[in-house]
């Protein structure tokens, strides 16, 4: 293989690695804080639980951020 296609391939990779993360991301964050946040479903969000599930999503993200630094810096790939 080329190195043009090796290129290629690891981009592939990565592209598909980024796409599964971001799934599983919404599946967990959707699963955990629907559960936490929605506590009678309807057919509508009450304001209070559209605040739970922003902050919810939030400390989510936040968290997320925290562990792939962590990680990164263990790696030696980080700042």
């Known amino acids: 293989m080329s190195r043009p296609d090796e290129?290629?391939?690891?981009?592939q990779v990565q592209s598909e690695l980024?796409?599964?993360y971001l799934q599983e991301f919404y599946t967990t964050v959707r699963d955990k804080c629907f559960?936490?946040?929605v506590t009678k479903p309807s057919s509508?969000?009450?304001?209070s639980e559209q605040q739970c599930?922003?902050?919810?999503c939030d400390r989510y993200a936040e968290?997320?951020?925290v562990v792939m630094r962590s990680v990164l810096e263990q790696s030696?790939?980080?700042d």
């Not at 599930?53 to 919810?56: D, G, P």
Request: net charge positive; hydrophobic share 35%.
């Open 7 to 11: 290129n290629q391939v690891m981009n």
């Open 18 to 20: 980024s796409m599964a």
């Open 35 to 37: 559960e936490k946040c």
């Open 44 to 47: 509508s969000l009450g304001s």
């Open 53 to 56: 599930l922003a902050r919810c």
């Open 63 to 65: 968290a997320t951020q």
């Open 76 to 78: 030696g790939l980080g």
